[in-house]
């Protein structure tokens, strides 16, 4: 069975960091691109990071300078460093997969909640 399981996610402070950690199986995704995508109450879920089969990064302009994603092609992971967070970065993130390198992800974990107070 192939499947995504994210941690690391929990309650921060203002101004604090997290690091996401996303474990894969069933298959191997050294060659895929790998995503991460958040969906905060009563919104609509949103593009945060994604890491191509190259290792080129991409990010949305909200969390740039502040996350970094990366990837362990020998331990079939991916990681989202999360730093200076904030209460709008509130949400429950969620890794994806590109089987087909060609959008959109068609392979998603089952989410990690962030929290970040005031």
């Known amino acids: 069975q ?5 941690s690391g996610g929990g309650l921060v402070q203002a101004g604090g960091s997290l690091r996401l950690s ?3 199986s069933g298959r191997t995704f050294s060659r895929k691109s790998r995503g991460w995508l958040r969906q905060a109450p ?20 909200t969390v ?4 970094t994603v990366s990837r ?31 959008p959109p992800y068609d392979i998603w974990g089952q989410g990690t909640q962030v929290t970040v107070s005031s």
Do not use: H, W
Not at 64 to 67: D, H, L, Q, T, V
């Open 2 to 6: 192939v499947q995504l399981v994210e």
């Open 22 to 24: 996303c474990a894969a």
């Open 42 to 61: 009563g919104k609509e879920r949103e593009f945060v990071a994604a890491i191509s089969r190259n290792g080129k990064t991409y990010y949305r302009d």
């Open 64 to 67: 740039k300078g502040r996350f």
């Open 72 to 102: 362990d092609n020998a331990k079939n992971t991916v990681d989202l460093q999360m730093n200076s967070l904030s209460p709008e970065d509130r949400a429950v993130y969620y890794c994806a997969a590109d089987t087909d390198n060609s």
